[in-house]
């Protein structure tokens, strides 16, 4: 399965503003904004902007729903 992808990031000050396609979709701001800025050097930067903003479980839950495990007996 491919991993997230349309995330972008802009420092503005000590903000870091996290859009996904092109609309915003967090600010993160003191501690936050620098442990994101120091992580994103060293991780896969899509991964991290889709956990900071929520959207990492897209795609999958269909999928889910059909495991043999999941159904209603």
Known sequence: MPGPVGF?????????V??????????????????????????DPQELMARLTGNYR???ERNARLHPRNRQR
């Open 8 to 16: 972008g990031f802009v420092v503005r000050g000590e903000q870091v």
């Open 18 to 43: 996290i859009s996904h396609h092109g609309r915003t979709a967090t600010t993160l701001r003191g501690r936050r904004a620098q442990e994101f800025l120091e992580d994103v050097e060293s991780h």
């Open 58 to 60: 897209r795609g999958n």
